[in-house]
């Protein structure tokens, strides 16, 4: 009997389209998942591989979207009406409804966990019934940029501050089990500004929280991404971010298929 | 008899608290045989360690905030200023703390940190105790990180809000106290609170993680809704505030010890 894998997609902003670049190279090795979690960016990653979508139709996929430019300014009026965030997520939900081809749990090609959080109560929620659409859009609600999305009468948000790698709940589900985490870089000897403190602090925070989730939860193979001259935003070099991890990628496929072994 | 370990968590002004459960325990003549601070607990774990009674520490809280309140506005004006709140942080801890290295305290100390560069948890434990206080305490926005070396380090609340498991192998019984207060009872889902109610959920989920590998014997969680994290001028209130909570926690000790 082969062993059942499980991955785990974390989401840090652009950073996680890294993500595809290792899902491109299982492909080269004919390695499928039989669970795969995710949160943030992670989720959407994890709904279109078991949606039955190509690390290449993912390409596509970023292609189509017309991103702003990184250097864009915000417009501030805009930002002083928000209420609740700068965009709203219902046009992300429409498009990831369009493009995807499978959009119920139950129809996926193996089963999947999208990990997001209550707002209200700060805890985790998993989703893995339903349709995907909603599940995806909560999971990518990262409060202040987007609103959070309203599920049953709940407010939820991005579950990367409550389970950065998820890897936690699908240790069960498999044999192997194996995790991307997808990390901002930050440089050498830097000197910190207010920014750099904030969004460090953040960083720390879900660092340690990985690590934490390691103590009590084995995983077979932990795979740190650090994506070098890349911020969070950054989502309009989407072909560099995967292009520089692509060798990195490989090497990991391998790792995975001497695990399955 | 059973060593106890102490976990001070940081949450600034509310860090006041800790001060009660001090003073409860040498009231029960009680003394931690080993403490582990993050943040204003690390403030309170370095004074106490070095041999400063919960009464000083008090009357430090006094001296420094007892101000009318005309001179308040302008404090807070000089504090929101991140250099000079540190300097003048800097300048009121040289000056309390009753011994200056780790080495020389009466009950070993941890403190911890949060490494800038590596975004790792680091705890200082030997050496000089005011650049690891001035990194532990150093709140993102507030104040400036502190520079070691060739390192920066920042508050100890972004990796270990309650440093308990740091401890956990070196003592019998182990009290935690949390004043990170991290879930506020009524956070609205706005963008002003979106900030907030990411970190709180991380908290949160970071000390359930680190509970399951690292069981405490005693967890205080007193709470002050409306107690802001800068507000240090309430420090009568959370000190009055936080002796409501000390029979509870008296009983507990006895029953454990």
């Given at each position: 009997?082969?062993?059942?894998?499980?991955?785990?997609?974390?989401?840090?902003?652009?950073?996680g389209i890294?993500?595809?670049?290792?899902?491109?190279?299982?492909?080269?090795?004919?390695?499928?998942?039989d669970?795969?979690s995710?949160?943030?960016?992670?989720?959407?990653?994890?709904a279109?591989?078991?949606?039955g979508?190509?690390?290449?139709?993912?390409?596509?996929?970023?292609?189509?979207?017309?991103?702003?430019g990184?250097k864009?300014?915000i417009?501030v009026?805009?930002?002083?009406?928000a209420?609740?965030?700068i965009?709203?997520?219902l046009?992300?939900e429409?498009?990831?409804?369009?493009?995807?081809?499978?959009?119920?749990f139950?129809?996926?090609?193996?089963?999947?966990?999208?990990?997001?959080?209550?707002?209200a109560?700060g805890?985790?929620?998993v989703f893995?019934?339903?349709?995907?659409g909603?599940?995806?859009?909560s999971a990518?609600?990262i409060p202040?940029?987007?609103?959070?999305?309203?599920?049953?009468?709940?407010?939820?948000?991005d579950?990367?501050?409550?389970?950065?790698v998820?890897?936690?709940?699908?240790?069960?589900?498999c044999?192997v089990?194996?995790?991307?985490?997808?990390?901002?870089?930050?440089?050498?000897?830097?000197?910190?500004?207010?920014?750099?403190?904030?969004s460090?602090?953040?960083?720390?925070?879900?660092?340690?929280?990985?690590?934490?989730?390691?103590?009590?939860?084995?995983?077979?193979?932990?795979?740190?991404v650090?994506?070098?001259?890349?911020t969070?935003?950054?989502?309009a070099?989407?072909?560099?971010?995967?292009?520089s991890?692509?060798?990195?990628?490989?090497?990991?496929?391998?790792k995975?298929?001497?695990?399955?072994? | 008899m059973?060593?106890?370990?102490?976990?001070l968590?940081?949450?600034g002004a509310?860090?006041?608290?800790h001060?009660?459960?001090?003073?409860?325990m040498e009231?029960?003549?009680?003394?931690?045989?080993?403490?582990a601070g993050t943040?204003?607990?690390?403030?309170?774990?370095?004074?106490?360690?070095?041999?400063?009674?919960?009464?000083?520490?008090?009357?430090?809280?006094?001296s420094?905030?007892?101000?009318?309140?005309?001179?308040?506005v302008?404090?807070?004006?000089a504090?929101?200023?991140?250099?000079?709140?540190?300097?003048l942080?800097?300048?009121?801890?040289?000056?309390?703390?009753?011994?200056?290295?780790?080495?020389?305290l009466?009950?070993?100390l941890?403190?911890?940190?949060?490494?800038?560069n590596?975004?790792?948890?680091?705890?200082?434990?030997?050496?000089?105790?005011?650049?690891a206080?001035?990194g532990?305490?150093?709140?993102p926005?507030v104040?400036?990180?502190?520079?070691?070396g060739?390192?920066?380090?920042?508050?100890?609340?972004?990796?270990?809000?309650?440093?308990?498991?740091?401890?956990?192998?070196?003592c019998d019984?182990?009290?935690?106290?949390d004043?990170?207060?991290?879930?506020?009872?009524?956070?609205?889902?706005n963008i002003k609170?979106?900030?907030?109610?990411?970190w709180?959920?991380?908290?949160?989920?970071?000390?359930?993680?680190?509970?399951?590998?690292?069981?405490?014997?005693?967890?205080?969680?007193?709470?002050?809704?409306?107690?802001s994290?800068?507000e240090f001028?309430?420090?009568?209130?959370?000190?009055?505030r936080?002796?409501?909570?000390?029979p509870?926690?008296?009983?507990?000790?006895?029953?454990v010890?």
């Amino acid at each position: 009997m082969s062993k059942k894998l499980g991955i785990a997609f974390g989401g840090s902003g652009a950073q996680g389209i890294a993500s595809i670049a290792y899902i491109k190279a299982l492909e080269a090795l004919e390695i499928k998942p039989d669970i795969v979690s995710g949160t943030g960016v992670g989720a959407v990653v994890a709904a279109m591989y078991a949606a039955g979508m190509s690390s290449q139709d993912m390409i596509d996929f970023l292609q189509e979207i017309n991103f702003p430019g990184s250097k864009r300014p915000i417009n501030v009026n805009k930002i002083k009406d928000a209420k609740y965030g700068i965009l709203d997520g219902l046009g992300l939900e429409e498009y990831y409804q369009m493009v995807v081809p499978v959009k119920v749990f139950d129809r996926l090609y193996f089963p999947i966990k999208i990990v997001a959080a209550n707002w209200a109560t700060g805890q985790q929620v998993v989703f893995d019934s339903g349709d995907v659409g909603p599940a995806v859009r909560s999971a990518v609600s990262i409060p202040g940029v987007f609103m959070p999305n309203e599920v049953d009468g709940e407010m939820i948000m991005d579950g990367s501050c409550v389970n950065p790698v998820p890897f936690d709940i699908i240790r069960d589900d498999c044999d192997v089990l194996v995790a991307i985490d997808p990390q901002v870089n930050e440089e050498e000897g830097f000197a910190p500004n207010v920014y750099s403190v904030i969004s460090g602090a953040f960083n720390a925070a879900k660092k340690a929280l990985a690590v934490e989730k390691q103590k009590s939860c084995k995983v077979d193979h932990f795979e740190s991404v650090v994506v070098e001259e890349t911020t969070a935003y950054d989502f309009a070099f989407y072909y560099e971010i995967i292009e520089s991890t692509e060798e990195k990628a490989g090497l990991f496929a391998l790792k995975v298929q001497d695990l399955l072994k | 008899m059973k060593t106890i370990g102490l976990a001070l968590g940081g949450g600034g002004a509310r860090g006041v608290a800790h001060i009660a459960y001090l003073k409860a325990m040498e009231d029960m003549g009680l003394k931690p045989n080993i403490i582990a601070g993050t943040s204003s607990g690390a403030i309170a774990g370095a004074l106490y360690a070095g041999g400063v009674s919960p009464g000083d520490m008090y009357k430090m809280l006094e001296s420094l905030f007892s101000i009318k309140k005309r001179s308040k506005v302008s404090l807070i004006k000089a504090l929101r200023r991140d250099n000079v709140a540190a300097s003048l942080a800097k300048q009121f801890l040289s000056r309390s703390l009753p011994k200056k290295t780790f080495e020389e305290l009466d009950i070993p100390l941890k403190i911890v940190t949060t490494n800038l560069n590596t975004l790792e948890e680091k705890v200082f434990a030997s050496g000089e105790i005011l650049p690891a206080l001035m990194g532990s305490i150093a709140f993102p926005s507030v104040f400036v990180p502190q520079q070691v070396g060739d390192a920066y380090y920042m508050d100890g609340g972004a990796t270990n809000i309650v440093p308990f498991d740091i401890i956990r192998k070196e003592c019998d019984v182990l009290i935690a106290i949390d004043v990170s207060q991290v879930r506020p009872n009524t956070l609205k889902p706005n963008i002003k609170n979106a900030l907030h109610a990411t970190w709180a959920a991380t908290q949160e989920a970071l000390i359930s993680a680190k509970l399951e590998k690292a069981p405490v014997e005693i967890f205080e969680r007193p709470t002050f809704e409306d107690v802001s994290t800068m507000e240090f001028f309430k420090y009568k209130d959370i000190y009055k505030r936080s002796k409501t909570h000390i029979p509870g926690f008296v009983e507990q000790l006895k029953k454990v010890l």
